[in-house]
């Protein structure tokens, strides 16, 4: 519709938008806001904790993902309300930052939407529930601080508790056992300490996905992998004791830049320039071999001339390879990747024990592994059918975040909910020291904090109401902080010494988030939608 406002110059009313725009105000765009978050929140409450359940997305072209992961039916799953879409973006950014918690995020988002909508009916104003919102945020994260236990990192048991159940909301028992031992293997290899703190770039962590055998059979290369074959039958398949020369230039006759023209008009003439390319190309070849290289990586092409040379030597040679393999390969072997023939020298070249080309399912692979100090690591990860090695990857993703958390900030907190129902306690106490909105909202708050663990009991078929007054009661003991909630047998327990721990960081992470993304909602009043454009107009037919 046409938007005006009620002056009117000569007769005739001042137009602010476009044809075809709509608007919305006050209490008629609140509601639809608070509408489309609780939609966000019911699309994956059955996906929450180990017990969830799966959703299967569609898409358009017919692709289907099956998965629980929150981060991943949202971007899928493609939402088109503004919204929505704010929910969504808070979930990826979880996902960015620390790899886990991305459903959490989105249920806490509309829980504490919820609340405020509640809040509004009793005639609270917005500015007293924002407030709240952000004061109860505050002392939950100064509170969670408080109740988190110091781990060391470099304590394998305690990394693989975290790792465990980091996966087990996403697989099943037998496969987290496997994928946790393998990112508690991988992590502090690549781990880098700056200053007085640990760096993770889990982008040095390569995952190659082959489908085929079951998940047993993944295996981690203290290397690279690539997915290439040697380019030629007759070089080597496997060598030992390795020096590499990972080169940035081809091994062949480079194209002008310019359109050049030749005209041979003699059998002299054309075998003379036949002559001079063989040599050019014997001399580039030579100059790579007489460093001592038994293995050449080229990220450029390599002629067929100069793979017949390479052959006879016994070289090992790929090409054609990505510049992220290069640099994870440099990573790995301690090699320098080389931009022209002048760099090649023994010092620049990389080592490894063991290069091979191996065949995997259907394709050959070549494997740079046993290497002395490496990195940059491989995850060559094996699953039955596609789908699963999709949530596979996904999961290891994920678990390989967690893990590198513990190193940015070696702190844990218990899981099945014990934690969200302390911070829930706490807050309450917190609420009784103010008045008005403030308070109510810091309650609403604690509220949806606690149904994060209601949401946990009910997908373990529970009863959440009755799991959740057993929690509260258990809470109350000063001794009752890591008391949650055994998912199996539906019991109480003690989640530190079950095991069942999560990073600081993520907890923290998710309520802050959560917090931001839920007052930038609140402060919205007035929605315009601009007009469509119009579509393009058909061509005539022929």
Known sequence: MTIAIPAQIGGQPVLILKEGSSRRTGQEAVANNLLAARVVGELLRPSLGPKGLNKMLVGSVGDVTITKSGVTILSEANIEHPIAKMIVEASKSQDKEVGDGTTSVAILISELL???????????????????????????????????????????????????????????????????????????????????????DTDNIQIVKKEGRGADDTQLVRGVILDKELVHPNMPKRLVDCRLALIDFPLEIEKTEISAEIKINSPELLRRMRDEEAKTIEELVGKVANSGTNVVICQKGIDEDAQHLLANRNILAVR????????????????????????????????????????????????????????????????????????????????????????????????????????????????????????????????ALEEIAVILSENAGANPIESVTRLRKAHKATSGKNIGLDLQSGKLVDMLKRGVVEPELVKERYIKAATEVTNMILRIDDVVVASKPPPPPKQPST
Do not use: W
Not at 114 to 125: F, Q, S, V
Not at 133 to 160: C, G, N, Q
Not at 376 to 404: F, H, N, P, Q
């Open 320 to 447: 054609r390879v990505k510049r992220s393999d290069m640099e994870k390969l440099a990573r790995a072997t301690g090699g320098k990747i080389l931009s022209n023939t002048g760099e090649v020298d023994a010092e620049a070249l990389g080592k490894a024990g063991l290069v091979e080309e191996r065949k995997i399912g259907e394709d050959k692979m070549v494997f740079v592994q046993d290497c002395s100090n490496p990195k940059s690591l491989s995850i060559l990860m094996r699953g039955e059918t596609e789908k699963l090695l999709d949530e596979y990857e996904r999961a290891m993703k994920s678990v390989l975040s967690v893990v590198a958390d513990v190193y940015e900030r070696n702190s844990i907190v218990a899981g099945g909910g014990a934690v969200e129902v302390e911070l829930a306690k706490i807050l309450k106490r917190r609420a009784a020291q103010l008045s008005g909105g403030q308070q109510l909202a810091v309650i609403a708050f604690a509220d």
């Open 114 to 200: 919820r609340g405020a909508e509640d809040l509004l009916r009793r005639k609270i104003h917005k500015s007293a529930i924002i407030s709240g919102y952000f004061l109860a945020a505050d002392a939950a994260v100064s509170a969670l601080s408080k109740i988190a236990v110091k781990i060391e990192p470099r304590d394998r048991d305690s990394l693989r508790k975290v790792a465990f159940t980091a996966l087990n909301t996403m697989l099943p028992e037998d496969v987290c056992n496997t994928f946790a031992k393998m990112a508690t293997d991988t992590v502090p290899e690549v781990v880098e300490k700056r200053g007085n703190k640990y760096v993770v």
